[in-house]
């Protein structure tokens, strides 16, 4: 299996070079050259099977160049066994035709872990065989940063410096960053906000002595492997609800657009879903684009779902590559049109495409906030604000004969807060993080500034390479 940029000007790559890699060469990202695909009685086959050996077999057909499937099977057996429940990815029942599917049973209670344990385990293994180093530099505004600083700590191959902006993620988000006490793992507080972490990260990687003597490398939701390892969760649970034998629809909280893009893979790849709905906070910029066709960037307002506090969704990008017939040429000039004057129109053609893959709508603030509290008195299910958005949108698309499962992607201890506005009582801490509290804290805090950052990762880092 190839993959190729979504704007046509980088080379195609083999899945362990697109791991490596991130973004491609020409600003673009990279998607499969042909969507693989499984028949309806493989499928079916999934019925019942542990979630690692599903997680094997579809992602098999993307890597499979590359990786062995023996050596697979094992990555995905130690990325999944780090989940605190056997099923790794249960689902729950809300309403009669409405369900949640749990993804934050992973060790930092968010489903970046689904994605990132599996993300660490391929490069690790990927640089071991090739007897090569990384240098991982990402921004965080919360949730990634833990999930990745959890699944890379002690990794032989790869350092990973995270930027943070000082004072301005939660405790418990800070301390899950802090507190790895790890070699290879460097959190840096940024004398900034979460757009200055970001513009670092970019900075860096445009400056190409430093790219090539760190071995630079990105986890962020661009990665194709962390897309990837979300397609398996769409067949488990589909299955788990009478998939493939009759259609279920999803109903996705959304920023980067990275996991409701695995939604469509698996419905590419022959999963039978009939509505994939997008679930934005206020920042709305997708479901405005829906109805109106216009990809418009606004700016980000707070919400109590940070996580989906974002403006330019990167990985839709990747959906209107196939929105537009796969023609690059048309990708180019839109995000041209973006970097110029921060909006582009989609065409007719390519919008209708989108409209028959996607619905979308919005939650908000005061929405969110009485999802919670009405789930929690129905069902005793506890949303989390992220969660909330999508129940509250899915409830505006239930249809009567086709199940549909909202994605539930953060437990609520994460944002107590938005929690306890909602049902008056903080949410319980699941056992594991007692401790979390008075851990001892490891970081630096740096100046909001490019060469200060930059002279940190060359004293720091193991990849370093001599001048060339
Ligand atoms: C990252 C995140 C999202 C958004 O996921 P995307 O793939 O960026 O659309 C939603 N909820 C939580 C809790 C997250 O951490």
Same mark, same amino acid.
């Given at each position: 299996?190839?993959?190729?940029?979504?704007?046509?000007?980088?080379?195609?790559?083999?899945?362990?070079?697109?791991?490596?890699?991130?973004?491609? =060469?020409?600003?673009?990202?990279?998607?499969?050259?042909? @969507?693989?695909?499984?028949?309806? &009685?493989?499928?079916?086959?999934?019925?019942?099977?542990?979630?690692?050996?599903?997680?094997?077999?579809?992602?098999?057909?993307?890597?499979?160049?590359?990786?062995?499937?023996?050596?697979?099977?094992?990555?995905?057996?130690?990325?999944?066994? *780090?989940?605190?429940?056997?099923?790794?990815?249960?689902?729950?029942?809300?309403?009669?035709?409405? @369900?949640?599917?749990?993804?934050?049973?992973?060790?930092?209670?968010?489903?970046?872990?689904?994605?990132?344990?599996?993300?660490?385990?391929?490069?690790?293994?990927?640089?071991?065989?090739?007897?090569?180093? +990384?240098?991982?530099?990402?921004?965080?505004?919360?949730?990634?940063?833990?999930?990745?600083?959890?699944?890379?700590?002690? #990794?032989?191959?790869?350092?990973?410096?995270?930027?943070?902006?000082?004072?301005?993620?939660?405790?418990?988000?800070? /301390?899950?960053?802090? *507190?790895? =006490?790890?070699?290879?793992?460097?959190?840096?507080?940024?004398?900034?906000?979460?757009?200055?972490?970001?513009?670092?990260?970019?900075?860096?990687?445009?400056?190409?002595?430093?790219?090539?003597?760190?071995?630079?490398?990105?986890?962020?939701?661009?990665? @194709?492997?962390?897309?990837?390892?979300?397609?398996?969760?769409?067949?488990?649970?589909?299955?788990?609800?009478?998939?493939? &034998?009759?259609?279920?629809?999803?109903?996705?909280?959304?920023?980067?657009?990275?996991?409701?893009?695995?939604?469509?893979?698996?419905? #590419?790849?022959?999963?039978?879903?009939?509505?994939?709905?997008?679930?934005?906070?206020?920042?709305?910029?997708?479901?405005?684009?829906?109805?109106?066709?216009?990809?418009?960037?606004?700016?980000?307002?707070?919400?109590?779902?940070?996580?989906?506090?974002?403006?330019?969704?990167?990985?839709?990008?990747?959906?209107?590559?196939?929105?537009?017939?796969?023609?690059?040429?048309?990708?180019?000039?839109?995000?041209?049109?973006?970097?110029?004057?921060?909006?582009?129109?989609?065409?007719?053609?390519?919008?209708?495409?989108?409209?028959?893959?996607?619905?979308?709508?919005?939650?908000?603030?005061?929405?969110?906030?009485? *999802?919670?509290?009405?789930?929690?008195?129905?069902?005793?299910?506890?949303?989390?604000?992220? *969660?909330?958005?999508?129940?509250?949108?899915?409830?505006?698309?239930?249809?009567?004969?086709?199940?549909?499962?909202?994605?539930?992607?953060?437990?609520?201890?994460?944002?107590?807060?938005?929690?306890?506005?909602?049902?008056?009582?903080?949410?319980?801490?699941?056992?594991?993080?007692?401790?979390?509290?008075?851990? /001892?804290?490891?970081?630096?805090?740096?100046?909001?500034?490019?060469? +200060?950052?930059?002279?940190?990762?060359?004293?720091?880092?193991?990849?370093?390479?001599?001048?060339?």
């Amino acid at each position: 299996m190839k993959y190729v940029s979504t704007r046509g000007r980088a080379p195609a790559l083999g899945f362990s070079d697109v791991l490596l890699t991130g973004l491609a =060469g020409d600003g673009g990202l990279y998607v499969p050259e042909t @969507w693989p695909s499984l028949d309806r &009685a493989q499928i079916a086959a999934f019925a019942g099977r542990p979630y690692a050996e599903v997680a094997t077999e579809v992602i098999r057909p993307f890597a499979s160049s590359d990786i062995d499937e023996a050596d697979l099977a094992r990555m995905c057996d130690e990325a999944y066994a *780090t989940f605190r429940h056997p099923a790794v990815a249960p689902l729950t029942q809300v309403a009669p035709g409405e @369900w949640v599917l749990e993804l934050f049973h992973g060790p930092t209670l968010a489903f970046k872990d689904l994605a990132m344990q599996l993300l660490s385990r391929l490069m690790d293994h990927v640089l071991t065989s090739r007897g090569e180093k +990384v240098t991982i530099i990402g921004a965080t505004s919360g949730d990634t940063g833990g999930a990745a600083i959890e699944a890379f700590r002690g #990794r032989r191959n790869v350092d990973l410096f995270m930027l943070f902006p000082e004072n301005r993620v939660s405790p418990f988000q800070q /301390r899950q960053m802090t *507190t790895s =006490g790890a070699a290879n793992i460097h959190p840096i507080a940024v004398k900034g906000t979460f757009d200055d972490c970001q513009a670092i990260v970019k900075a860096a990687f445009g400056n190409r002595s430093l790219r090539e003597r760190l071995a630079l490398s990105g986890v962020n939701s661009i990665n @194709w492997a962390r897309i990837v390892a979300q397609i398996v969760y769409y067949f488990t649970s589909a299955v788990a609800i009478g998939g493939p &034998a009759r259609p279920v629809s999803f109903t996705v909280p959304t920023g980067n657009f990275g996991d409701i893009y695995a939604g469509y893979a698996a419905k #590419r790849m022959g999963l039978p879903i009939a509505d994939l709905v997008i679930a934005t906070n206020i920042n709305d910029i997708l479901s405005r684009t829906l109805a109106t066709g216009r990809y418009e960037v606004g700016s980000v307002q707070a919400t109590a779902s940070p996580s989906m506090d974002i403006q330019v969704s990167s990985n839709f990008e990747r959906a209107l590559f196939d929105a537009y017939d796969r023609d690059a040429e048309a990708i180019e000039r839109l995000m041209a049109m973006l970097a110029q004057s921060r909006a582009f129109t989609i065409g007719p053609d390519a919008l209708e495409t989108v409209r028959k893959h996607f619905d979308a709508g919005t939650a908000d603030e005061d929405q969110t906030r009485a *999802t919670i509290a009405e789930v929690w008195r129905a069902t005793g299910f506890l949303p989390d604000p992220h *969660t909330a958005v999508g129940l509250s949108v899915a409830r505006r698309h239930l249809s009567p004969e086709v199940p549909m499962i909202t994605l539930s992607t953060a437990h609520p201890a994460k944002f107590p807060a938005a929690v306890e506005a909602a049902i008056g009582a903080p949410p319980a801490l699941p056992p594991g993080f007692d401790d979390l509290a008075s851990r /001892r804290e490891d970081y630096v805090v740096l100046a909001n500034d490019q060469s +200060v950052v930059e002279d940190f990762l060359l004293a720091n880092a193991n990849a370093v390479r001599d001048e060339v």
